[in-house]
């Protein structure tokens, strides 16, 4: 088993910036991929970003290129999404996840095997 709890969302204006931060415990987190994905009211849950266990192999939706970075910190158990040039579009629940390390499958979330509670994030215009 795998805990995730995410936290860092609140209310931004447009052209603002928000770091979520995603804190892990039980098994070992450094064997995970983590992904993070997003839902707005009354749409599907949507892929964002994955980062891969080293860090070095990142992915984005084309929507967040050049505005997200996602990373990550094996030591401390963390992942990280730091959001810049937020639009009220990114406004939704944002949720970490993990997922198995050879999943080809990354943007599809029932994929991923363990979910945190999520944060809001609204970007106001």
């Known amino acids: 088993q795998v805990q995730l709890v995410e936290s860092g969302g609140g209310l931004v204006q447009a052209g603002g910036s928000l770091r979520l931060v995603c804190v892990a415990s039980?098994?070992?987190?450094?064997?995970?991929?983590m992904g993070w994905f997003r839902q707005a009211p009354g749409k599907e849950r949507e892929f964002v970003a994955r980062?891969?266990?080293?860090?070095?192999?990142?992915y984005y939706v084309d929507s967040v290129k050049g505005r997200f970075t996602v990373s990550r910190d094996n030591a401390k158990n963390t992942v990280y999404l730091q959001m810049n040039s937020l639009k009220p579009e990114d406004t939704a629940v944002y949720y970490c996840?993990?997922?198995?390390?050879?999943?080809?499958?990354?943007?599809?979330?029932?994929?991923?095997?363990?979910w945190g509670q999520g944060t809001q994030v609204t970007v106001s215009s």
């Open positions: 039980g098994r070992t987190f450094s064997s995970y991929a």
């Open positions: 980062i891969s266990l080293s860090g070095r192999n990142l």
């Open positions: 996840a993990a997922d198995r390390p050879d999943n080809t499958m990354y943007y599809d979330p029932l994929a991923y095997d363990y």
